[in-house]
């Protein structure tokens, strides 16, 4: 387990004031917020780049917060991955294992099975410059990897990826969780991330953590205003798809089913946002594909707009103007109709997790 | 005003042609009067004569003495540039504008300014003397030669290093720590081999100017026949004892010197710009 405990720490104009923060072994842990929270920073200080101000960092029952970073056990990828360019593919995957002096036969060993397993041997005398955004990202969390380390920190790993690479890549990630159970912090500003890895969130703003929590909690329940705004999308719903014709039938955890237009299938999440989910007293006729009654369980103010939150045999979270809430004589139990288009679910597999 | 138009781009078409005539001849021009320059002074001394100045014992001491003196401040510009470079490059600290102020001065400095400051310093102050006595005896010694070289040379070589490392991302080093690196292991094994162009670009340059430094030497280190006879102060005795063979032949291997130096650089790497 990884605890901080109020960690601050400002290097020039980025800080990092006051964060707490417990990581459970094994866990995938995703850390959102805009450009210039400090995220960079927070993930370079828990692999000990930088020395914070004040506070602690616990890995397991020791404490680290002194320890140089070659003796953490903590790995790191980059966006940019930041491979040696004047080594091969595969002097950058062991390099790590020259500076622990692992025997030469077990070096080599190490670096054919994280081949494998990454599916980059092809690449092994190849320079870094002459390889694709994937292959390259692959050599570097082959590298971080292979050392075996209790934490790996990725920081906003699939940003710099096209949108099939990326989706490859997160497929990835999940799987590398999988098989090797090491324990993930991930920097990201991609919701589909979140959705498909995540195990909890944190969101991170002016150098402060605002909120932490389960992935759907969060979504369902955040804190603030600009934690509702941040996230804006309001709803994700696990659940199983199947083919229904040219589109996909989604059916929940708690037995409701719903259509998305997607043709994936399979274990997937399926994203809402709040504010295409159409209320009424009563179902009407309309084009779209979704109309599923419910309870109010909660109504909660946010500025010029209400979310209302509601029970359709899973959590469903619809924002509506003050003077609609007014007009539906909106209250904790109303039964209630909420219609919303099937293409308005965005539809992502949901990883192994 | 349909019939103007034309007239107009004509009198602008010939304006352009004017002014690529002008420039392009004045280019041949200026080619021209260097190559022919330089031409003349190769082509001086017959090659039998050339020959002979070249194997006289003189230039070969020359030769020598300025491939010794210029190596060696080569490698101790090399020793002293790299850490100083990399803080610059790396590090914040106090009065950082007013150190890289003073480092820089010396490449505007002229070289002879540089001397008379050595001079000044090893022949007048205390420390000097103390040097001196130490047996690290500068003035008028082929010591001084080194010495005077690494002041004039070792400017250029921070620059050029300081701005190979300033190209490279920390995050490589953060990488390379996180990968079981020491400080200093993650700079000599990631950050220094990956300035290999700007290291071996600075090298050759240092060493080259070192080969031809003239004014700095002169005054630190004397223009004494067979002591401190480098090449460039060769050139200076000869001609100013009327010897032009000798001067000549000094000369010509300067400029095979500078010739080898450039088509270093340019085969090093295309991307440091030093000239």
Known sequence: ?353 | MARRRPVAGDRRNNGRLLMRRFSLSLSAIVFLAIGIILLTLVTYSPLPALAASLASPEIQFAILLSLVTSTVSTLVCIALAIPVAYSLSRYRFFGKRVVELVLTLPLTLPPLVAGIALLLFFGTTPWGKALDQAGFGVIFTPLGIIVAEVFVNLPYMIRILRSSFSAINPRYEYVAKTLGCTESGAFLRVTLPMARSGLLAGTVITWSKAMGEFGAVLMLAGATTMRTETLPIALYLNISGGDLDLAVAAATILILISLVTLCAVEYFDRDVHVF
């Open chain 1, 1 to 353: 387990m990884l605890r901080i405990e109020s960690l601050s720490i400002t290097l020039g104009e980025f800080s990092v004031r006051d964060v707490s923060l417990e990581i459970r072994p094994g866990e995938y842990f995703i850390i959102l917020g805009p450009t210039g929270a400090g995220k960079t920073v927070l993930l370079e200080t828990i692999a000990g780049i930088h020395t914070p101000d004040s506070g602690r960092i616990i890995l397991g029952d020791k404490e680290i917060t002194a320890t140089e970073p070659r003796l953490r056990k903590i790995g790191m990828v980059y966006q940019d991955y930041m491979l040696f360019p004047h080594l091969t593919v595969e002097d950058n995957i062991v390099f790590g294992l020259r500076q622990r002096k692992v025997p030469k036969e077990k070096q080599q060993a190490l670096v054919a099975e994280m081949c494998a397993f990454l599916e980059i041997g092809h690449l092994k005398k190849r320079y870094p410059g002459t390889l694709s955004g994937g292959e390259q990202q692959r050599v570097a969390l082959a590298r971080a990897l292979v050392l075996k380390p209790e934490i790996l920190l990725l920081d906003e790993p699939l940003s710099a990826l096209d949108g099939r690479t990326r989706e490859r890549m997160r497929r990835e990630l999940s799987r590398i969780r999988k098989c090797t159970g090491t324990t993930i912090i991930q920097i990201t500003h991609h919701f589909d991330d979140v959705f498909a890895l995540a195990d909890r969130i944190a969101i991170m703003r002016e150098g402060q953590i605002i909120q932490t929590g389960e992935t759907s909690e969060v979504f369902l329940h955040p804190v603030d205003t600009f934690v509702a705004e941040f996230l804006g999308i309001g709803n994700i719903i696990r659940g199983t798809s199947s083919r229904s014709g040219d589109i996909a039938r989604i059916m929940t955890r708690h037995g409701t089913a719903f259509f998305a237009a997607s043709g994936l299938t399979g274990d997937v999440v399926a994203t809402l946002h709040a504010e295409d989910v159409i209320l009424s007293e009563a179902p009407f006729a309309s084009s779209a594909r979704n109309c599923l009654s419910g309870t109010v369980t909660e109504i909660i103010p946010a500025g010029s707009t209400i979310r209302v939150i509601l029970d359709v045999g899973f959590p469903l979270t619809a924002l509506l103007t003050r003077e609609s809430c007014h007009e539906l004589h909106l209250e904790p139990g109303s039964t209630v109709c909420a219609t919303f288009k099937a293409s308005a679910v965005h539809v992502i597999p949901a990883g192994s997790i």
